[in-house]
T-cell receptor, first 110, second 113 residues
């Protein structure tokens, strides 16, 4: 079975600063997608960003960007200009067998 | 508005009773999924369905059952055989298969005593 590992159970960032959340995964496939989802206190899961494995260019969505290293099987999420509304659980997910990491709880300090 | 609905938001049951969680989507998505979320853990896949009248077991299917008689509906039954049913359950759908992002419902918190 594929595995998705988020090694940081908790992270903290100052408002307006930048933070990077880590994710590694294990797969023998060459074609797959990776996702970052956000789960705020309401527990509603929201897609943050998606990366296609065949694309070398890192995905970006406004303040959110990824650093995708296919050979290293690494998929980190960078949040720039952090806002109070970014506080949430963040989950990394691998498309092949719909596997999620354990999550990173992000706290944003005013 | 298109989306996924799950009802009820909170559900309480006595041990030994079966209970069915509802999941409906009007996004015209082919694929639907059920996940379980426990404190300190990520989402774990219970069942998924990529087409009407067909579904596959996920990692933790024991003690659960599903049906997919209509494209828009994918109910989950938690049976009395599930040893630790108390959890937060999330339903999701995607356009077609796992290569597409999933859209999630608001979840159902099930408490069994």
């Amino acid at each position: 079975a594929q595995t998705v590992t988020q090694s940081q159970p908790e992270m903290s960032v100052q408002e307006a600063e930048t933070v990077t959340l880590s994710c590694t995964y294990d797969t023998s496939e060459s074609d797959y997608y990776l996702f970052w989802y956000k789960q705020p206190p309401s527990r509603q899961m929201i897609l943050v960003i998606r990366q296609e494995a065949y694309k070398q260019q890192n995905a970006t969505e406004n303040r959110f960007s990824v650093n995708f290293q296919k050979a290293a099987k690494s998929f980190s999420l960078k949040i720039s200009d952090s806002q109070l509304g970014d506080a949430a659980m963040y989950f990394c997910a691998y498309s092949g067998d719909m596997r999620f990491g354990a999550g990173t709880r992000l706290t944003v300090k005013p | 508005d298109g989306g996924i609905t799950q009802s009820p938001k909170y559900l309480f049951r006595k041990e030994g009773q079966n209970v069915t969680l509802s999941c409906e989507q009007n996004l015209n998505h082919d694929a639907m999924y059920w996940y379980r979320q426990d404190p300190g853990q990520g989402l774990r896949l219970i069942y998924y369905s990529q087409i009407v009248n067909d579904f596959q077991k996920g990692d933790i299917a024991e003690g659960y059952s599903v049906s997919r008689e209509k494209k828009e509906s994918f109910p989950l039954t938690v049976t009395s055989a599930q040893k630790n049913p108390t959890a937060f359950y999330l339903c999701a759908s995607s356009l077609s298969g796992s290569f597409y992002e999933q859209y999630f419902g608001p979840g159902t918190r099930l408490t069994v005593t």
